[in-house]
């Protein structure tokens, strides 16, 4: 389906979507629109051409895997990018070039969402939002279906969100590359969604974890529910997340995974012709909800009632009870996060085959535009 970005679809569906080439709210629901775009295809995209020129080095892993310290001073200029963990603006020369490069007919004409959806019909659901629905085919038929699973039973797709995770101090013993170095001594590559704000104070953590081997997508700029903001903030938050990388590492992502999941189509169609393809997850380790400095010690759940979740995956792998395989949503944002993995990575392998998603979903594009 994603074999360069083209599927053919057995039959050709009319879909009701209109033109939205500025950043403003639509005025009507969809529901009221007539149908005005017909497409049986998935939509082409090429390599983007609205970054900066930035040096590629290859984006082979280094064999022996690095260990050891990494520099700690951010090597990337910060006045090229907006203020860390705040909303980028949308009128930047540089998004602009971005917003420029997008055929606007070909994203859906929906309103942002309200957070919690109180007012979405969910029977509709006619934006395929996620967050609602767990909605993963989208109700165009020129967008690809998110990545939910892995294509085989007792596959195990790891993923980490919200890194690179830079120090807070000076001998900060949680901060990278406490995880990437971990799993080099178990030889074991992840699939890692990287905020851009944490890529511009940690650069060096980046290239370390491209070094090992891992798989460097975006996951925005500053952490907000995607589907609230308006177009051409979308575009902002996707830009400055896929260039920090761009810069660092010296790749350019095809992957991203929206902040909460929290994606619909019109955030799809954004992500998709910016050159991403969105993965979400089917298990939810809820690690996230474990009280750290990440959530402000906010968090309510036991590490007994995270242990639990681990424990009935693997519980379910041995009784061969599971029915797809696995993608899970972890993170490195915390010194709770990071025990916990290392906690029940050794155990998940004896029960998984884990792998990165691009390993574990055969279908997909290489994770990045260079060769």
Known sequence: MYHKWIALYA????????????????????????VTFTSSIILAVSSPAFFPKFAHHGSKP???VPTGPIKIISTLKKENYPQAWTAPDANHPEVQAAIK?????????????VEGGPNYDNSKD????????????????????????????????????????????????????RLYNFLAGIKQ???????????????????????SGHTLCA??????????????DIVAQLYWSMRA???????????????????????????????????VWNSDSFDWGLPSAANGFSGTLTQET????????????????????????????SNMTILTSEKWLVNLREAFHVKTVHECEPSLPGPYWES
């Open 126 to 177: 006619v934006a395929c939002w996620w967050t609602n629905t767990q909605c993963t085919k989208p109700k165009v038929n020129y967008l690809p279906e998110d990545v939910r699973a892995c294509a085989s039973v007792g596959d195990f797709g790891l993923t980490y969100d919200d890194g690179p995770l830079p120090p807070q101090s000076v001998n900060d013993p949680w901060a990278e590359p």
């Open 245 to 279: 990388i761009k810069e660092a590492a010296g790749v350019t992502t095809r992957c991203w995974r929206a902040p909460y999941g929290d994606v619909d189509d019109r955030v799809r169609a954004i992500a998709h012709q910016m050159g991403l393809y969105t993965i």
């Open 189 to 211: 590559r992840a699939t890692l969604f990287y905020v851009g704000s944490n890529v511009v104070a940690y650069p060096d953590a980046a290239v370390r974890a491209l070094q």
């Open 219 to 232: 996951h925005t700029w500053s952490h907000p529910h995607m589907t609230t903001l308006h177009n051409h």
């Open 11 to 34: 039959i050709t569906q009319l879909v009701g979507v209109n033109s939205f080439p500025i950043d403003t709210k639509p005025s009507t629901s969809l529901e009221a629109r007539t």
């Open 101 to 113: 490069a997008i055929d606007w007919t070909h994203v859906p004409n929906l309103d942002p969402q």
């Open 306 to 333: 995270i242990d639990g979740y681990f424990q009935n995956w693997i519980a379910m792998r041995e009784n061969k009870t599971d029915t797809e395989g696995r993608i899970v949503l972890e993170h490195e944002n």
């Open 62 to 64: 280094l064999n022996p």
